[in-house]
C-alpha cells in the first residue's frame, strides 16, 4: 500500500533553514515539500495561483519572523480568504512568547512550534504535525 505524501509549503526567508528544512524532508516518506517561500507574500501569490483545491498544500508551515509579511500577518489574511482559509497553518519560530502564540491561535493556527534545532527535532515536529493533520 502507498502512502499519499502530505504537501508541505515552506515559508521562511532563512536560507540556510530552507534547505535544512527542505533536506530533511526528503529523508522522510510521509511528507513532500511542494513550495518554498521567502515571505508571506509569496506564500498568499502562490496558493491564489493554485487553480484548484486539490492542488493546495496539505499543511502550511510559516516562519514568523520573515520579511515584508510576517507568520502571524500571513497567516491572518490566509484565515480571511474563504478558499483558502481550511490550509492548516502551522507556525514555527526561533523564539515563541504567549502573547505571540495565543494571537497565531486566535487566527487560526493549527499550532506554534519553536523551531526545532536538530534532526531529531524536526523528526519529532513532523510526527507530532503528521499527527495534527491526519484527515
Known sequence: MT???????LAEDDED???????????????????????????????????NEADFPDLVVLDQNMPKMNGSQTLQLLKNVPRL???????????????LMDECYL???????????????YHQMMNDLNQLIRN
Open 107 to 121: 487566527a487560526g493556527a493549527l499550532t506554534v512550534l519553536t523551531k526545532p534545532i536538530s534532526l531529531n527535532g
Open 85 to 99: 482559509s481550511k490550509i492548516p497553518v502551522a507556525m514555527y519560530t526561533t523564539y515563541t512568547d504567549k502573547r
Open 17 to 51: 533553514d530552507r534547505l535544512l528544512f527542505s533536506n530533511f524532508l526528503k529523508e522522510r516518506d510521509d511528507f513532500v515539500l511542494v513550495q518554498t517561500c521567502e515571505n508571506g507574500m509569496e506564500v498568499l501569490e502562490f496558493l491564489n495561483n493554485l487553480p
Open 3 to 9: 502512502m499519499t505524501k502530505k504537501k508541505i509549503l
